[in-house]
């Protein structure tokens, strides 16, 4: 079975709010094995809803729609759906009394406009409503399914989970699912792994791996299909070992880990704790960390040494390595990072120097980056990068870089 | 003018990402006075590419593309619309090179697959990509136009806001007749803000007034149409000036002004410099201010201070505050701010306390946060909040609340 997702609201076409239903049905889809071909997004207009209903009958089986079941003139799903269609609308009076129920409930009055809500398409299968007042619904119609969901992600979310789920599993004939697992990589490109995995990537069909770059990052999504998910999962757990054994140094991590998480995981489980100058990237690193539940376990603290003086009067950098190798040289990266470590007396200290742009800057160009790591038993290490981004980039970038050099130490 | 804005990518099919290209650029054309009717998103397959570009040929003038542009075997849109077209693919030799460049600069190897990158579609104009390898490009052909662009955000707001909008305004045959202009307000609520606005909102059609709230913020977009384009700023200003005397104490900026832009500006403009406490928002607050270039002329630098232990250190806050007050309250976020621009030798200190979430921590509930801020002549101020969101949220929101403090405060 595959499916179209068709949102409609003009609010979408004028950029004022998100598509986030069409990626969560989708989501779900995946995981029911329902493939997804298309989503559309059309306004509030009769004609040009009514063109998106036939384009998706032509190449869906199911035709899933979200919005335009208020109250409003605007609201016209059901009335275009059903006109397009040739069936009726019919008052459903479980909706209509637990419509009453919520105004009474609420204290308000009611206007009759609120009615509306309650008409469902003749003979579909109601999904009840348990956030809001206009109810969902599902009907099938020669070889076709229509399901009607409303637009506000508070509302839909529930509905969908609770009983559109269900609804499509009775729809489906064989039961084959979907199982995706998301590998993370970092410092390698899209080109280098796909490159690297060219030959098992033509050649395995199932589960199939597909790269994806963003944010500085690749991912591998592997897909399988199989009607057993025990065999689908030990599918992919075969194809995950195949991957590793060649571009297993760049993994960090599954689905929507994150480099942060998975440093601040280790560094948790170790009892170790961390401290931080940051000069190129002020605070951001930090930042992320301090994103995180429980951040206070593993950070002290740091500072943000922004200008040489800083760097000189708190984190006590050398007058004579600022003169001789600037502030952005692998001298200043591992006296910020060995001098942070013993002012908040922690088991790691980690600083960040560098040109974030627009450069050039003391002779050296934007991208020039240094990354100091040292650790409590008097070791210290420092990673140049030459990053091309812009400012914000490289910025992101290096932190990135940060949590990969980190991992790779305490791995 | 109407556009359809076809999203290319398995990713957006299998629910990975969202569609958040679909939203920046009708927002952008909606400026331009271009209508869009219709977004469709596709996979990473040739054959339902192709039947989405037939659709969107049947019912639009201009098709744009996001997506697809990479090097990967996956990406196809150039290849696909060619076919499509009964066009043909020629090497940009500028493109190329800048690839090269790119390559040499971060000092890795360049693999075959990244010079397809540089193939565009015969007689298009090429759209500059300067934060990524894949150009953009637009094709005239017969009556409709055709832009492509890149996937990721990071690469494609930039190039079209750079060469996408003005490409598109050469397109059109009259002048743009849609002219916006958002007002941008903190500290009030989107409820209160219509509420207090409600005369104007109802009685004015052109520019008309639309509320939205988002990030903490709330913003007014007042829309002009006119075929004059200083007819339309005139019809702006007026109602901005009506606006302003109603709501003015809350208004901090323009259209994508940010609080921090807004805040960092006004420090420059008068010589000042900053220093930053940061126990709450540990880091935050000057990782935003350091994503502007330039943040050196005002930042001199600040410490994130996590632990008790590190606030007095470091800080010098008293024991005897930190015993008495605890971390979280109006007398630690003082001795902060004060005992930072003491230590960095600033104009302006300012301080962040507070219990992120989740809490309650030490007798205070999630949401209680101070605000130091202490000026070089000696006045120091304290603000409290109680802010009512999850733990990012409520770190994001404070950091907003210290610029808004510090705006008023240098206003």
Redesign the interface.
């Known amino acids: 079975m595959n499916a179209e997702i068709i949102?409609v609201g003009s609010e979408?076409?004028?950029?004022?709010?998100?598509?986030?239903n069409?990626?969560?049905?989708?989501?779900?889809?995946?995981d029911l094995g329902v493939n997804?071909?298309?989503?559309?997004?059309?306004?509030d207009?009769p004609a040009?809803l009514k063109?998106?209903i036939e384009?998706a009958q032509k190449?869906a089986d199911l035709l899933i729609f979200t919005g335009g079941l208020g109250p409003t003139k605007d609201d016209l799903t059901k009335e275009t759906i059903s006109n397009s269609l040739g069936t009726t609308l019919s008052m459903d009076n479980e909706a209509l009394e637990s419509i009453k129920t919520y105004f009474q409930r609420v204290n308000r009055e009611m206007t009759p406009n609120n009615e509306k809500q309650a008409l469902i398409l003749t003979d579909s299968h109601v999904l009840k409503n348990e956030n809001g007042m206009a109810p969902g619904m599902l009907l099938k119609k020669e070889d076709k399914a229509y399901m009607l969901l409303p637009g506000p992600p508070s509302e839909m979310r529930p509905m969908f989970e609770t009983y559109g789920k269900q609804a499509i599993l009775n729809l489906l004939q064989k039961k084959e699912v979907i199982h995706?697992r998301?590998l993370r990589f970092f410092g390698i490109?899209?080109?280098?792994l796909?490159?690297e995995l060219e030959e098992l990537i033509v050649n395995q069909t199932n589960p199939t791996i597909?790269?994806?770059?963003?944010?500085g990052e690749v991912t591998l999504?592997l897909?399988a299909k199989h009607e057993s998910r025990d065999i689908a999962v030990s599918l992919l757990d075969k194809v995950e070992k195949e991957v590793l054994q060649i571009v297993g140094e760049y993994f960090y991590g599954y689905n929507h880990d994150s480099l942060v998480e998975v440093g601040f995981n280790m560094l948790k489980k170790k009892s170790l704790t961390l401290s931080?100058a940051?000069s190129l990237?002020?605070?951001?690193?930090?930042?992320?960390?301090?994103?995180i539940?429980g951040?206070?376990e593993v950070?002290?603290?740091?500072?943000?040494?922004?200008?040489d003086?800083?760097k000189k009067k708190?984190l006590s950098v050398k007058e004579s390595t600022l003169k001789q190798y600037s502030a952005v040289s692998e001298q200043c990266a591992r006296e910020l990072a060995e001098n942070v470590r013993e002012?908040?007396?922690t088991d790691i200290g980690i600083s960040f120097t560098g040109v974030?742009?627009?450069g050039p800057f003391e002779g050296q160009?934007a991208?020039t980056v240094w990354i100091g790591l040292s650790m409590k038993d008097g070791r210290t290490k420092a990673f140049p990068l030459?990053?091309?981004?812009?400012?914000?980039?490289n910025?992101k970038r290096t932190a990135k870089y940060g949590w990969h050099y980190l991992i790779k130490e305490l791995s």
């Open positions: 949102a979408l076409l004028l950029g004022q709010i998100v598509n986030s069409a990626q969560f049905i989708s989501e779900q889809l995946a997804v071909y298309y989503h559309t997004s059309v306004g207009n040009r063109h998106a384009v190449r995706s998301v490109g899209e080109a280098q796909e490159t597909a790269p994806l770059a963003g944010d999504r897909t931080c940051e990237t002020g605070g951001l690193f930090q930042g992320q960390l301090t994103s539940p951040a206070s950070l002290s603290g740091g500072v943000v040494c922004y200008q003086e800083v708190i002012l908040f007396a974030a742009g627009p160009p991208g030459n990053l091309g981004g812009g400012r914000n980039g910025r």
